[in-house]
């Protein structure tokens, strides 16, 4: 199985201000025949399904605000936010889909300072 | 926009079977090449995939649920299942049915509690 591990466990950052966290992957996610990485980030409010926020490493559904991005490839990613607001303050987890299982990291949990 | 329901047991002693349902509406189960998943989350932990489903019937499964898990898919209702057999306490989690599987889970239910106690 492919071992996703987070980094930090949490975080706590200043409204307006930037938010990174990192993902690893015990192997490369990069699928070669269509040179994407399978790659998502989550964001899971308490009560609430995770929801997708960034799939194929890079790329942001559809609605969600442009202060997410994503970055990274092979097994090093990234998920910046890039002026916190209030409304971020949630738990946010990385997950591969290049292999099954698919699996999860352990979640960063994102506070305000 | 499509939407899921999870639906079943929200008790279940323990060495019982758990037993949910997932219903899919404003989409069909059995269009797209899409995967039907289980995935559940224990009080205040993380997300762990439980097996997912094809409308073919062909299914996948988590090996550290040692073959205790079952899925199955019933296109004519719209829906599909999870059962689990033998449970104990570890299995006590919200359990969240979503599509996806070799691809990012984009929509998911809202999580139906399940608690395993006597």
């Known amino acids: 199985d492919i071992v996703m591990t987070q980094s930090p466990d949490s975080l706590a950052v200043s409204l307006g201000e930037r938010a990174t966290i990192n993902c690893k992957s015990s192997?490369?996610?990069?699928?070669?025949?269509?040179?994407?990485?399978?790659l998502a980030w989550y964001q899971q409010k308490p009560g609430q399904p995770p929801k997708l926020l960034i799939y194929w490493a890079a790329t942001r559904e559809s609605g969600v605000p442009d202060r997410f991005s994503g970055s990274g490839s092979g097994t090093d990613f990234t998920l910046t936010i890039s002026s916190l607001q209030a409304e971020d303050v949630a738990v946010y987890y990385c997950q591969q889909y290049y292999t099954t299982p698919p699996t999860f990291g352990g979640g960063t949990k994102v506070e305000i300072k | 926009q499509l939407q899921l329901q999870e639906s079943g047991s929200g008790l279940v002693k323990p060495s019982q079977t758990l037993s949910l349902t997932c219903a899919v509406s404003?989409?069909?189960?059995?269009?797209?090449?899409?995967?039907w998943s289980w995935i559940r989350q224990p009080p205040g932990k993380g997300l762990e995939w439980i097996g997912y489903?094809?409308?073919?019937?062909?299914?996948y499964y988590n090996t550290s649920l040692e073959s205790r898990a079952t899925i199955s898919i019933d296109t004519s209702k719209n829906q599909f299942s999870l059962r689990l057999s033998s449970v104990t306490a570890a299995d006590t989690a919200v359990y969240y049915c979503?599509?996806?599987?070799?691809?990012?889970?984009?929509?998911w239910g809202q999580g139906t509690l399940v608690t395993v106690s006597s």
């Open positions: 489903v094809y409308h073919s019937g062909a299914t």
């Open positions: 404003g989409g069909s189960i059995s269009s797209g090449a899409y995967s």
């Open positions: 192997q490369s996610v990069l699928y070669s025949s269509n040179n994407e990485n399978h």
């Open positions: 979503a599509r996806g599987g070799l691809t990012a889970y984009e929509y």
